[in-house]
């Protein structure tokens, strides 16, 4: 029996972040991933936060090192199917692993007056918990969804192999512990809907 989902709400100054999912991801060298429902769920995130109108920033690595399949120029850089920001959607690149180092990420938030920030996408102890944990020292309510992000086996110092599936566990626990609250699909599909029936006046796309 599946145990009852805490209350979930969100508001007109959320803004929805999907963190790096892109092509590269399915190439060497990454290894082996977990959650082959992540494009799934994202995708669902992504199209009830777009019929809200609420702010929404897509945020793509443009990778600086040598041969990365991530790097621009690579087909691997390139989003992945579905996730491709739509005309007028703003996109913000970074070269390291949280999205609100040497970006103007943060700067576009505050003129939104967005004050909750909701994460999802790849890597889920990489990317996304990087800039979940910078969120949140930046005062940001910060929300991370859980079955929308993914991440890969990691080899030990003694190289042995820790499967993903351990390694999003514990850094979604780690998160839930002390930056982020962690959410599924349906928690923020529900939300928004609640949202939309409000009739909540802010909740329009800026320009």
Not at 50 to 70: A, K, N, Q, W, Y
Not at 151 to 180: M, N, Q
Request: net charge negative.
């Amino acid at each position: 029996m599946n145990a009852p989902r805490s209350p979930f709400e969100l508001h007109a100054r959320s803004a929805l972040l999907p963190i790096d999912v892109q092509c590269g991801f399915d190439l060497p060298p990454w290894p082996r991933r977990n959650n082959p429902s992540m494009e799934a769920n994202g995708l669902r995130v992504l199209d009830a936060w777009r019929r809200t109108g609420l702010p929404l920033i897509h945020v793509r690595h443009d990778s600086v090192m040598e041969g990365s399949v991530l790097a621009p120029g690579h087909p691997g850089n390139a989003h992945r199917p579905g996730f491709v920001p739509l005309e007028g959607e703003p996109l913000v690149t970074k070269s390291v692993n949280a999205a609100f180092i040497g970006t103007d990420l943060d700067l576009r938030l505050r003129r939104l007056g967005v004050d909750t920030v909701v994460l999802f996408g790849i890597a889920t102890d990489m990317c996304v918990s990087t800039t979940a944990r910078v969120a949140a020292n930046l005062g940001y309510r910060t929300i991370v969804v859980g079955d929308a992000c993914a991440c890969f086996d990691l080899k030990d110092a003694d190289g042995s192999v820790i499967p993903a599936e351990e390694i999003h566990r514990a850094h979604l626990a780690t998160l839930r512990a002390e930056f982020a609250q962690v959410v599924e699909t349906l928690d923020v599909i529900e939300a928004l809907e609640a949202l939309l029936a409000s009739g909540e006046e802010s909740m329009k796309r800026p320009g």
